[in-house]
T-cell receptor
Framework: AQSVAQPEDQVNVAEGNPLTVKCTYS??????LFWYVQYPNRGLQFLLK????DNLVKGSYGFEAEFNKSQTSFHLKKPSALVSDSALYFC????????????WGAGTKLIIKP | DTGVSQDPRHKITKRGQNVTFRCDPI?????LYWYRQTLGQGPEFLTY????????KSRLLSDRFSAERPKGSFSTLEIQRTEQGDSAMYLC????????????FGPGTRLTVL
């Protein structure tokens, strides 16, 4: 069975510092990986995805993610955090066995302190 | 705005009542998904349409839940005889068919069952 894990419930970062939100996955075959962000009482916004190719994927709002096949990880990163980046971040993997639905991690709350 | 829209944004109902939610996907998208999300959790897959065909329904979905997409455009999700445990955010997403398609989410409908 395919799964996604986000090992940190919450990440605290000072404004201007780099941030990393961790995600590991377990799939059979090649993974299709996604990051979404959710602001309070809002739907999910797509940030970026990895399908194939370059292991470093660039996305919206200055975010990027690094795909590491040997470590089965897809960590979300940003070189310099903004207070407005504070939100809930979800990692997801495409379920290739079940009509392409997304399997989601539990989410990581990112808090950027001024 | 050409994004996914959902109506209503909020719904408060009494236990035992029926409720219906509507989702309007991005116009050229032929795939449509319904998810449920409870506080602090990742989205939980409910059902999926490709055009007007409902291709998959979660085993976790009770018979009180039904969804339609009669003309392959908008979709409705009905919950009959609501229970307090149905209180959640109901999210709709749409995508354009493809192995690496990206799901774009609406703002969600927050259901509170009293």
């Amino acid at each position: 069975a395919q799964s996604v894990a986000q090992p940190e419930d919450q990440v605290n970062v000072a404004e201007g510092n780099p941030l990393t939100v961790k995600c590991t996955y377990s799939v059979s075959g090649n993974p299709y990986l996604f990051w979404y962000v959710q602001y309070p009482n809002r739907g999910l916004q797509f940030l970026l995805k990895y399908i194939t190719g370059d292991n470093l994927v660039k996305g919206s709002y200055g975010f990027e993610a690094e795909f590491n096949k040997s470590q089965t990880s897809f960590h979300l990163k940003k070189p310099s955090a903004l207070v407005s980046d504070s939100a809930l971040y979800f990692c997801a993997v495409r379920d290739m066995d079940s009509n392409y639905q997304l399997i989601w991690g539990a989410g990581t709350k990112l808090i950027i302190k001024p | 705005d050409t994004g996914v829209s959902q109506d209503p944004r909020h719904k408060i109902t009494k236990r035992g009542q029926n409720v219906t939610f509507r989702c309007d996907p991005i116009s050229e998208h032929n795939r449509l998904y319904w998810y449920r999300q409870t506080l602090g959790q990742g989205p939980e897959f409910l059902t999926y349409f490709q055009n007007e065909a409902q291709l998959e329904k979660s085993r976790l979905l009770s018979d009180r839940f039904s969804a339609e997409r009669p003309k392959g455009s908008f979709s409705t999700l009905e919950i009959q005889r609501t229970e307090q445990g149905d209180s959640a955010m109901y999210l709709c997403a749409s995508s354009l068919e493809g192995l690496s398609d990206t799901q774009y989410f609406g703002p969600g409908t927050r259901l509170t069952v009293l």
